[in-house]
C-alpha cells in the first residue's frame, strides 16, 4: 500500500492479552471507531497486541510509518504488565517523569476508597516527557496526548471502556476536532427503533440505505434497532439540514416503531411521557426480578415518577403481597393474561400510581412445558382506563437473560404506545 | 521483536469495513480467540482492515513475515466488495480455479431458497490452485486451508458467524489439532476476586505474577477483579496439577476475597450459599431499584432460594409497605444505617425470608449534600442473629450506573462473607 494513501490516517492499537485469550469482547476498539466515523477521520486499520513489551513496540513502529495518529487503549493500570507507557518511552527514547498534578489526583482518588495507598500506583503518575496529560475523570490512569516523531501523535487511555469514554469526549474528541485533521463536519445522529426487526425496517427504508450523503446505517441490537444518520458538510448548520430532511423520510414511513434518538432509552422516553402527563408508575415482576424497576431507576430524576414494585418471585408472595387470587393461580397459572392483570391493578393499588406493569414469565431454562413453554412472557399495564394484557413467545432459543431482557424492552415499548396512542 | 519468537504462531486478520465503521462488534475475533486458547496455540496479534485490496495484502504480507498460521474473517461474499480470495491469489501470484464441487454445492443451496441463482455467486466457486476447501455447511462461502509459502498457512472464513464457526468445528479445528503445531496442553483456570482493588491484590500476590509456567494475569472490572492461572504442559493432568498448585498459593494470601471462579458471579455464589444451608432470601431496594433482585433471578433455579423484593423507592413506600417507622426517616433521612436494617428487618418479616438486604443510597447525579454526597450507600443485611449494618463511599466520580451497579456487587459480597464467616 502507498504510504501517502495513509498519511493523514488514524489507527487503533487495543493492548490486553485478555483480548487475545478471548476472554473479553474489544468494545473500545468499536466505540472508538464510531467516534471516528462521525468526525469523518479515516480509520484503516485497528490491531490488538498483547500486555508484551516488543509486541507493543512493533505495532507502534508499524503504525509510525503508514499512519499519523495512533489511539491506543489499554496497559496503563498500575501493575506489572502494564507495558505501555514504558514501552512508548523506550521506542522513542525518551525520558519518564512524574507528574505532581497526577500523583496528587491519584493520592486523592485512593484516599476515597479507605484502603492504603497502593506503592504500585505511583507508575500511573509517570508520563513521558513533552507529553500532554488527558486527565482521568473516573480512574487513576490519566492518558497522554504525545508527538514522539513528525506526523506522529499518539493518545493514550486506559483500557475500562467507562474511563476511557469520559477522557475522549473531555479531552481527546475537541484535541482531534481541532487538530486541523477533521476538515469537513461531519454530524450524525442515531434513531432508536423497538418492535420492529433489522430486516423488516431495512426493507421499508431500502432507498436510505443507499444514500450517499446523508448516509443510513441499521444496526441491531437484542430488542432493538438503532439508525445511524451521518451528513458531512462544510458547515454544521447544512449537516443538521441534511440529517433533519432524513429523519423526516424515514420517520413518515416507519415512525411508530421509533422510540427516540441518541442518548435516549426506551426507559428515559417512557419516563418523560409520563412526567409530561403528571403521571407515576410502579412496577410488579415475576420472571424479570427486578429488572425492569432498574431499568427505569437508571434514569436519572426517576424517583419523581417511579414510585416503586413488588419482586413477586414466588406464587406465595403474589397472593400475599399483591392478593392475586389462589383460585386464577390455580385456574390459570402464574404465567397467564388473568395473573398479570391482577398483578398489574394490585400495584396501582399498593403504590397508588396512575400507571403499572406487571410481567410474568418462562426465562428457563427450566420449567417450561408443551402449553407453556420457555420463552413465553405475559405482560399486564393498567392505566387509568383499566388493563390492557397480552403475551409474547420469545423462542426457546433465547438465554435465560436474553428473555428477561427482551420481557423489560417489550413491556417498556408497549406502555410508550398505549401513553402516545392510547389503549 | 524477533522474528523467530513469532515462528510457530498463529494471527487472526478480520476484513470488514462495517467493523472500521464501528457497525458491529468483532464477535469473530474473540471466538476465535477463545478456541485458540483452547487449543494451546500462541496467539499474539489480531488485525483488522476494510475491503480494500492493498490493505487486505498488506495486512497478509506483514503476517508472512512473522506468523506461520493466519486466520482470516470476511470478504468471501458474493459482491464486489469482497475480495479475500483475490487479494490472497495476487498476492502470491497463483492462479484462481473454479471449484466445480463447490459451484454444485452453491446452485443448491440458493435453488433451496427459491430464488434465482445470482450469477455473481460463481466467484465464490473460484479458489486458489493447490488449496483444500473448508465446506461451508450453512451458507454458499466455501473458506480454504492454503500454503501459498513455505511454513505460512491461511485459513478462510466468511464473515457470518455461524458459517464461520460451523466450518471452524468441522474442518479447520480438526485440521489445527493435526497440523503438529498443538503439541502442549494449555489450560487456564480465572479466579474471581470482590472487596479489594487490583493494584492491592496485585501487591499481596506480587512474586505470583512473575512466574512464567503457569502465568497468573490480574484484570479489573467495575468493583471486581479477575485472576487468570494458564499453566502449559505435554498431558493435562500435569497442568491441572500446575494450576492447582498455584491457587492455593493464591488463595492462602487473599482467599478470604475469592468468591469463586471461571463461570460463577457473586449472585451465583450467594445463591449457592443459602442453598446449602437450605435458607431464603429477599430484597428491600431503594436506589438500585431492582438491580439487586435482578442480580440474584439472572442465576438459573433462582427461584427456589430468591422469595421476592420490594423496591422502595419513595419514602412513602418506605413506610406504607416496608414500615419504615416516619420517624427514622425523620431523624436520620432514607440514605441512613437506621433505615436500612428497618427496611432489611421488614423485608424477612414480609418475605419469610431468614435473610434479606436492603439497600438505600445516593445514586446521583442529583441530591447529594455536604453531609450525604453521592456515592453515599447504606447498606443492611438482616440474617438468623439480627442485622448488620453498614455504609459506603464510592466517590462521587462515578456515573449513577455505576454506583448502583457497585452497590448490588458490594451487598452481595459483603452477605457471602457473613454467610461465611458468620457476623
Not at 487495543?14 to 471507531?33: K, V
Not at 443510513?216 to 458547515?235: C, D, F, H, M, Q
Not at 382506563?385 to 397480552?390: H, P
Given at each position: 500500500?502507498s504510504?501517502?494513501?495513509?498519511?493523514k490516517?488514524?489507527?487503533?492499537?487495543c493492548i490486553?492479552?485478555?483480548?487475545l485469550?478471548?476472554?473479553?469482547?474489544?468494545?473500545?476498539?468499536?466505540w472508538?471507531a464510531?467516534?471516528l466515523?462521525?468526525?469523518?477521520?479515516?480509520h484503516?486499520?485497528q490491531?490488538?497486541?498483547g500486555d508484551?513489551?516488543?509486541?507493543?513496540?512493533?505495532?507502534?513502529?508499524n503504525s509510525?510509518r503508514?499512519?499519523?495518529i495512533?489511539?491506543i487503549?489499554?496497559g496503563?493500570?498500575?501493575?506489572?504488565d502494564?507495558?505501555?507507557?514504558?514501552?512508548?518511552?523506550s521506542?522513542?527514547?525518551?525520558?519518564?517523569?512524574k507528574?505532581?498534578?497526577v500523583w496528587?489526583?491519584?493520592?486523592i482518588k485512593?484516599?476515597?476508597k479507605d484502603?492504603?495507598?497502593?506503592?504500585?500506583?505511583e507508575?500511573?503518575?509517570?508520563?513521558?516527557?513533552g507529553s500532554k496529560?488527558?486527565r482521568n475523570p473516573?480512574?487513576?490512569?490519566?492518558?497522554?496526548?504525545?508527538t514522539?516523531?513528525?506526523n506522529?501523535t499518539?493518545?493514550?487511555?486506559?483500557g475500562?471502556?467507562?474511563?476511557m469514554?469520559?477522557?475522549?469526549?473531555?479531552?481527546a474528541?475537541?484535541?482531534?476536532i481541532?487538530?486541523?485533521?477533521v476538515n469537513?463536519?461531519?454530524k450524525?445522529k442515531?434513531?432508536?427503533?423497538?418492535?420492529?426487526?433489522?430486516?423488516?425496517?431495512?426493507?421499508?427504508?431500502?432507498k436510505?440505505?443507499?444514500?450517499?450523503n446523508?448516509t443510513?446505517?441499521?444496526y441491531?441490537?437484542?430488542?432493538?434497532?438503532?439508525?445511524?444518520?451521518t451528513?458531512?458538510?462544510?458547515?454544521?448548520?447544512?449537516?443538521?439540514k441534511?440529517?433533519t430532511?432524513?429523519?423526516?423520510?424515514?420517520?413518515?414511513?416507519?415512525?411508530p416503531?421509533?422510540y427516540g434518538s441518541?442518548?435516549?432509552?426506551?426507559a428515559s422516553?417512557?419516563?418523560?411521557?409520563?412526567?409530561?402527563?403528571k403521571?407515576?408508575?410502579?412496577?410488579?415482576?415475576?420472571?424479570?426480578?427486578?429488572?425492569?424497576?432498574?431499568?427505569l431507576?437508571?434514569?436519572?430524576?426517576a424517583?419523581?415518577?417511579?414510585l416503586?414494585g413488588?419482586?413477586?418471585?414466588s406464587?406465595?408472595?403474589?397472593k400475599?403481597?399483591?392478593?392475586?387470587p389462589?383460585?386464577?393461580?390455580?385456574?390459570?397459572?402464574?404465567?397467564?393474561?388473568?395473573?398479570?392483570?391482577?398483578?398489574a391493578?394490585a400495584?396501582t393499588q399498593?403504590?397508588?400510581?396512575?400507571w403499572?406493569i406487571a410481567?410474568?414469565g418462562?426465562?428457563g431454562?427450566?420449567?417450561?412445558?408443551?402449553l407453556?413453554?420457555?420463552?413465553?412472557v405475559?405482560?399486564?399495564i393498567?392505566g387509568?382506563?383499566?388493563?390492557?394484557?397480552?403475551?409474547k413467545?420469545?423462542?426457546?432459543?433465547k438465554?435465560?437473560?436474553?428473555?428477561?431482557?427482551?420481557?423489560v424492552?417489550?413491556?417498556l415499548?408497549?406502555l410508550?404506545?398505549?401513553?402516545?396512542?392510547?389503549?
Amino acid at each position: 500500500m502507498s504510504i501517502e494513501s495513509l498519511k493523514k490516517s488514524v489507527e487503533i492499537l487495543c493492548i490486553g492479552t485478555e483480548i487475545l485469550l478471548g476472554d473479553i469482547l474489544n468494545s473500545n476498539a468499536r466505540w472508538i471507531a464510531q467516534e471516528l466515523a462521525e468526525l469523518g477521520l479515516p480509520h484503516y486499520i485497528q490491531t490488538v497486541v498483547g500486555d508484551n513489551t516488543r509486541r507493543i513496540q512493533e505495532a507502534i513502529l508499524n503504525s509510525s510509518r503508514r499512519s499519523n495518529i495512533l489511539i491506543i487503549t489499554g496497559g496503563l493500570g498500575p501493575t506489572p504488565d502494564d507495558l505501555t507507557t514504558e514501552s512508548l518511552a523506550s521506542l522513542f527514547k525518551a525520558d519518564l517523569y512524574k507528574s505532581e498534578e497526577v500523583w496528587e489526583d491519584i493520592q486523592i482518588k485512593l484516599k476515597h476508597k479507605d484502603e492504603k495507598l497502593a506503592k504500585c500506583n505511583e507508575k500511573q503518575a509517570l508520563l513521558p516527557i513533552g507529553s500532554k496529560i488527558i486527565r482521568n475523570p473516573r480512574g487513576t490512569a490519566p492518558g497522554v496526548i504525545w508527538t514522539p516523531k513528525s506526523n506522529f501523535t499518539i493518545l493514550t487511555f486506559p483500557g475500562v471502556p467507562s474511563e476511557m469514554k469520559a477522557m475522549w469526549l473531555e479531552t481527546a474528541k475537541p484535541w482531534l476536532i481541532n487538530s486541523g485533521l477533521v476538515n469537513e463536519k461531519f454530524k450524525s445522529k442515531v434513531l432508536l427503533f423497538s418492535g420492529i426487526s433489522e430486516s423488516r425496517l431495512s426493507e421499508k427504508i431500502e432507498k436510505f440505505l443507499e444514500s450517499k450523503n446523508p448516509t443510513v446505517a441499521p444496526y441491531a441490537s437484542l430488542g432493538e434497532v438503532k439508525l445511524r444518520i451521518t451528513a458531512n458538510s462544510i458547515t454544521d448548520e447544512q449537516a443538521d439540514k441534511m440529517i433533519t430532511a432524513m429523519e423526516e423520510k424515514i420517520i413518515k414511513r416507519i415512525g411508530p416503531y421509533c422510540y427516540g434518538s441518541d442518548a435516549d432509552t426506551l426507559a428515559s422516553t417512557v419516563i418523560k411521557l409520563l412526567q409530561d402527563k403528571k403521571k407515576s408508575i410502579s412496577v410488579a415482576e415475576s420472571c424479570t426480578g427486578g429488572g425492569l424497576g432498574a431499568e427505569l431507576t437508571s434514569i436519572p430524576g426517576a424517583s419523581k415518577t417511579f414510585l416503586g414494585g413488588v419482586i413477586a418471585y414466588s406464587d406465595e408472595i403474589k397472593k400475599k403481597i399483591l392478593g392475586v387470587p389462589a383460585e386464577i393461580l390455580l385456574r390459570h397459572g402464574a404465567v397467564s393474561e388473568a395473573t398479570v392483570e391482577a398483578m398489574a391493578i394490585a400495584s396501582t393499588q399498593i403504590f397508588g400510581s396512575e400507571w403499572a406493569i406487571a410481567i410474568s414469565g418462562l426465562a428457563g431454562p427450566e420449567g417450561g412445558s408443551a402449553l407453556k413453554p420457555v420463552g413465553l412472557v405475559c405482560f399486564g399495564i393498567a392505566g387509568p382506563n383499566g388493563c390492557k394484557t397480552f403475551q409474547k413467545q420469545f423462542g426457546k432459543n433465547k438465554s435465560r437473560g436474553e428473555i428477561q431482557r427482551l420481557s423489560v424492552i417489550h413491556s417498556l415499548d408497549a406502555l410508550r404506545r398505549i401513553l402516545l396512542n392510547g389503549y
